[in-house]
């Protein structure tokens, strides 16, 4: 036996590992995302009165309720 086919029975042991894994692999289901005991923040309400109208006042371009904004233009 040649050493060229010693390393091709070897390459394909490997494959035939590898895919059966894979397969196993696709039985399980991954879980994501984490659960807290505790949260480290406190969900909040803000109320900043008057907020809306001074954004509005700084705006330099406004329509209405919203401030126009220019795309890439530092």
């Known amino acids: 036996m040649t050493d060229l086919e010693k390393i091709r029975r070897n390459a394909k042991q490997i494959m ?40 509005l006042r700084n705006a330099p371009r406004k329509n209405q309720d919203y401030v126009i904004m220019n795309k890439k233009s530092w």
């Open 16 to 55: 035939d590992e590898f895919v059966s894994a894979l397969d196993k692999a696709d039985e399980i289901k991954p879980e994501y995302g984490t659960d807290r005991k505790g949260e480290v923040r406190k969900p909040e309400k803000h109320d900043f009165p008057g907020f809306k109208e001074k954004i």
